[in-house]
Structure formats: structure tokens, C-alpha cells
């Protein structure tokens, strides 16, 4: 299990030191109400909603539900491990993935789900279908009448070489743990890299500071690179090492089954840009700052 320390926090419900009359940390789009909206009744729907996963799907989910005008929700759970990104850091820069294309950081704080819904901030690890519960990484229970599953897709690198990332709570025996690995999907990524944590002040020590390495050929890997000179990390001591599209992508037992692997590359390992002009560009304008870039590697041990 993946225990608390002082340098690491974590509430066990997401936004719950946000005030609710806080108006001012989101800027609403312009809204109204009618003579008829103010008389006309809603019928509340007490059914305990619970929605795992914070995807673009479950948050649109949540969404749709709220927007129906005659019905009022009030008892909605959004289980998300990490809780809500938008709410770990304030300006878009400071991202350390790239954005949804569903919704930006504007978007998710106009939403404003931390006041409206439960938000809890933990990993499911098991159903009980029988009772109609949901046992959590830390033994807490939380029981349903409809259950949505929205977990989404995942970064899979570290679990084909044999090792899972420093936020995962429950350990496979046949999987090992490093510290200071991780994945770009780790649920609390953004408190292993906050801004005066224990990881970010050995990145940002100005007497000895540690390297950092970003393995990958995605989007996310150049918006990891952009979160972490955002929070202080000097350019010469990051490194981005670049994989070949193949890499670590596991062969079918036949042909017909690699030919479906691989026209679902560009799902599994896809690339950063559609343009190779403009991968150009970026990566020039990255080394220019001082970031090394390492092409066609891959990892050979830890």
C-alpha cells in the first residue's frame, strides 16, 4: 500500500478546502432566469449515482445529469484517484499533461463539480456487486444504486517492462516499485511534482540537483517537460528520450493478430504531432532552452 508522509497530503475528498461562495476563482459565462423557472418544481432523485473515473466520459456524465432543468441530483460521487486535475494547479503552464479534448482547465472550474457533487479522491479496488458497494484502496466502502464505470485509457510502458508507478496503491507481487519512477498516469502525479515538494526540491536544489528523464513519444511528454520548467527544473537537467512506435508493444501469437496491433498503433503509442514539421520545431525549440533530446531509444534497465 502507498502510505501518507508530511511531504505528500492527501485528502480523502477532493476540493474540500475549496469555499463553496468563492465565486471569484471561476469566471462564469453569462447566465438567466425566468418567472417560469422559479416556479417550477424539481423532482429530486435521491439514488446514490456513483461514477468511477475521472475521463472525459464520466465528467461529461456528471454533466448531462446536472443539466436537466426538472430533475435535481443530490447524491452524486465522482471517484477519481488524484481527485480533479484543475484542481491542482492555477495556470495552464503548470500542467503537467496535455489537455482533454473535451474539456480545458476553464472549462472544468466553470463546471464548478467539487460544489455540486461528492468528489472523493481514491483508487477502486474491488465491487461488491451483491451488496451494491465499492470497497476503496483505503478500505473505506461506499455503496451505490447505479453504478457508471469511466476509468478511461491508460499509459501501459512501466507495466510491460515489470514495474508499476509510485502512486499505484495496491502492488502486483510480480511488479516492482522505484522511487522516483513514474507514470505519466499516476493518479497523484501532480503531488509527487508539486511546487516545494519533496521530489521538486531535489529537481531544484541549486547547490546538487538531481536529472530528470521523461521517456515517451506523446503529447504528454513534451507538456511533462513544459510543467517541470514551469516549477523551477533548470532545462539542461531534463532529458527527453524518444521511443521508437514499436516499442514495448507486445506481439499477437499470429499474423491477423499483429496486423490488428498494428492498425491500432496509432491508439497505443501515438505520436506527438500529426505533422513532422512541426515536431520539428517543437523539438528544436526545446533544445534551444537547453533540453536534450535522445531519439529511437528505448529502455534497456533500471
Given at each position: 500500500m502507498y502510505e501518507d508522509t508530511e511531504d505528500e497530503p492527501r485528502d480523502y475528498q477532493d476540493g474540500a478546502d475549496r469555499d463553496p461562495l468563492d465565486e471569484a476563482e471561476a469566471p462564469f459565462a453569462l447566465s438567466f432566469i425566468t418567472?417560469?423557472?422559479?416556479?417550477?418544481?424539481?423532482?429530486?432523485?435521491?439514488?446514490?449515482?456513483?461514477?468511477?473515473?475521472?475521463?472525459?466520459?464520466?465528467?461529461s456524465f456528471v454533466e448531462a445529469l446536472l443539466s436537466i432543468s426538472y430533475l435535481k441530483f443530490s447524491n452524486i460521487i465522482l471517484i477519481s484517484p488524484g481527485g480533479l486535475p484543475h484542481n491542482h494547479f492555477d495556470s495552464k503552464n503548470e500542467n503537467l499533461k496535455a489537455y482533454s479534448t473535451s474539456y480545458t482547465h476553464e472549462e472544468l472550474r466553470r463546471l464548478?463539480?467539487?460544489?455540486?457533487?461528492t468528489v472523493i479522491n481514491a483508487r477502486m479496488i474491488d465491487i461488491d456487486r451483491g451488496d451494491k458497494n465499492i470497497v476503496l484502496h483505503n478500505n473505506k466502502v461506499v455503496p451505490y444504486d447505479t453504478l457508471i464505470l469511466t476509468m478511461g485509457l491508460q499509459e501501459k510502458t512501466l507495466d510491460t517492462i515489470g514495474y508499476v508507478s509510485r502512486g499505484i496503491t495496491t502492488q502486483p507481487e510480480e511488479k516492482?516499485?522505484?522511487?522516483?519512477?513514474?507514470?505519466?498516469?499516476d493518479p497523484y502525479l501532480y503531488q509527487h511534482l508539486r511546487a516545494g515538494g519533496k521530489l521538486m526540491n531535489i529537481l531544484t536544489n541549486r547547490k546538487k540537483p538531481e536529472k530528470a528523464v521523461i521517456y515517451g513519444r506523446s503529447?504528454?511528454?513534451?507538456?511533462?517537460?513544459q510543467g517541470l520548467l514551469e516549477r523551477g527544473v533548470k532545462p539542461h537537467n531534463i532529458s527527453?528520450?524518444?521511443?521508437?512506435?514499436?516499442?514495448?508493444?507486445?506481439?499477437?501469437?499470429?499474423e491477423e493478430d499483429n496486423r490488428e496491433m498494428e492498425l491500432d498503433m496509432p491508439i497505443i503509442n501515438p505520436d506527438a504531432f500529426e505533422d513532422d514539421?512541426?515536431?520539428?520545431?517543437?523539438?528544436?525549440?526545446?533544445?534551444?532552452?537547453?533540453?536534450?533530446?535522445?531519439?529511437d531509444c528505448i529502455i534497456d534497465n533500471l
Amino acid at each position: 500500500m502507498y502510505e501518507d508522509t508530511e511531504d505528500e497530503p492527501r485528502d480523502y475528498q477532493d476540493g474540500a478546502d475549496r469555499d463553496p461562495l468563492d465565486e471569484a476563482e471561476a469566471p462564469f459565462a453569462l447566465s438567466f432566469i425566468t418567472r417560469r423557472l422559479l416556479s417550477e418544481p424539481k423532482i429530486i432523485k435521491n439514488s446514490r449515482i456513483v461514477v468511477v473515473g475521472g475521463s472525459d466520459t464520466g465528467i461529461s456524465f456528471v454533466e448531462a445529469l446536472l443539466s436537466i432543468s426538472y430533475l435535481k441530483f443530490s447524491n452524486i460521487i465522482l471517484i477519481s484517484p488524484g481527485g480533479l486535475p484543475h484542481n491542482h494547479f492555477d495556470s495552464k503552464n503548470e500542467n503537467l499533461k496535455a489537455y482533454s479534448t473535451s474539456y480545458t482547465h476553464e472549462e472544468l472550474r466553470r463546471l464548478m463539480l467539487e460544489n455540486r457533487i461528492t468528489v472523493i479522491n481514491a483508487r477502486m479496488i474491488d465491487i461488491d456487486r451483491g451488496d451494491k458497494n465499492i470497497v476503496l484502496h483505503n478500505n473505506k466502502v461506499v455503496p451505490y444504486d447505479t453504478l457508471i464505470l469511466t476509468m478511461g485509457l491508460q499509459e501501459k510502458t512501466l507495466d510491460t517492462i515489470g514495474y508499476v508507478s509510485r502512486g499505484i496503491t495496491t502492488q502486483p507481487e510480480e511488479k516492482k516499485r522505484m522511487e522516483g519512477l513514474m507514470s505519466i498516469d499516476d493518479p497523484y502525479l501532480y503531488q509527487h511534482l508539486r511546487a516545494g515538494g519533496k521530489l521538486m526540491n531535489i529537481l531544484t536544489n541549486r547547490k546538487k540537483p538531481e536529472k530528470a528523464v521523461i521517456y515517451g513519444r506523446s503529447i504528454n511528454c513534451y507538456a511533462c517537460v513544459q510543467g517541470l520548467l514551469e516549477r523551477g527544473v533548470k532545462p539542461h537537467n531534463i532529458s527527453l528520450v524518444v521511443p521508437k512506435k514499436e516499442c514495448h508493444v507486445q506481439k499477437g501469437y499470429n499474423e491477423e493478430d499483429n496486423r490488428e496491433m498494428e492498425l491500432d498503433m496509432p491508439i497505443i503509442n501515438p505520436d506527438a504531432f500529426e505533422d513532422d514539421n512541426i515536431e520539428s520545431r517543437v523539438q528544436a525549440m526545446i533544445t534551444s532552452l537547453g533540453v536534450k533530446i535522445y531519439k529511437d531509444c528505448i529502455i534497456d534497465n533500471l
